[in-house]
């Protein structure tokens, strides 16, 4: 079946601006995931939605960074006045619901790559 | 914050060797995992081992894991070019996050 998708693949914006990223979960999965990854560090967990809502949004960094999910698939990673320092790759990851047996482990996808410049 | 860390950083063997990476983390842990990741992109799971459980296996990959000590193991046997990757051991306790370490960095030459 197909798996987790990211899109853009890669995104290239400069200082100030607004982007979405966006990602679709595999289907029937009910937890998602945004992590941000930085060169030769590992992912950086910033928020899960179980469902439609955000279960834990202590990872993103500042109110620049939101994140929805409003049918409860797929998830737009929202980032106003981008700056320098928030590109990196924005990986998305999904598992089965709670109880399923598979609900530890996460399927990411792809990531998409996001430079500031 | 960074729970696991991953050593060596960075591993480099021959074709047919082993490789053994480890990972330690702070805090008690429901579960540990170890994930693979191909040229900076998507990570795969590999294994899953749980804080009851001591050592398991899957295919050429064994992982141990001694809460005692709050460290874990990972071992490929038989190495191929195409386990050339950066491995995670990710921690979770409860229902928190995934918490990953920095990775170790795996090149199998051929």
């Known amino acids: 079946g197909a798996g987790v998708s990211q899109t853009p693949s890669n995104k290239v914006t400069e200082k100030g601006k607004y982007v979405e990223l966006r990602c679709d979960p595999i289907?029937?999965?009910?937890?998602l995931y945004w992590y941000r990854q930085s060169l030769g560090q590992g992912p950086e967990f910033l928020i899960y939605f179980q469902g439609t809502g955000a279960a834990d949004d202590s990872g993103l960094p500042n109110d620049r960074f939101f994140a929805v999910r409003p049918e409860g698939s797929v998830s737009t990673l929202k980032i106003q006045r981008t700056e320098r320092g928030d590109s990196a790759v924005y990986l998305c990851?999904?598992?089965?619901?709670?109880?399923?047996?598979?609900?530890?482990?996460?399927?990411f996808g792809p990531g998409t790559r996001l430079t500031v410049l | 914050s960074q729970q696991g860390e991953e050593d060596p950083q960075a591993l480099s063997i021959q074709e047919g060797e082993n490789a053994t990476m480890n990972c330690s983390y702070k805090t008690s842990i429901n579960n540990l995992q170890w994930y693979r990741q191909n040229s900076g992109r998507g990570l795969v799971h590999l294994i899953l081992?749980?804080?009851?459980?001591r050592e398991k296996h899957s295919g050429r990959l064994r992982v141990t894991l001694d809460t005692s000590k709050k460290s874990s193991s990972l071992l490929i046997t038989a190495s191929r070019a195409a386990d050339t990757a950066s491995y995670f051991c990710a921690t979770r306790r409860g229902n928190t996050p995934l918490v990953f370490g920095k990775g170790t960095r795996l090149s199998v030459i051929a």
């Open positions: 289907s029937g999965h009910t937890a």
């Open positions: 081992i749980r804080s009851n459980e």
């Open positions: 990851a999904s598992s089965p619901p709670p109880g399923t047996g598979g609900f530890d482990e996460q399927f």
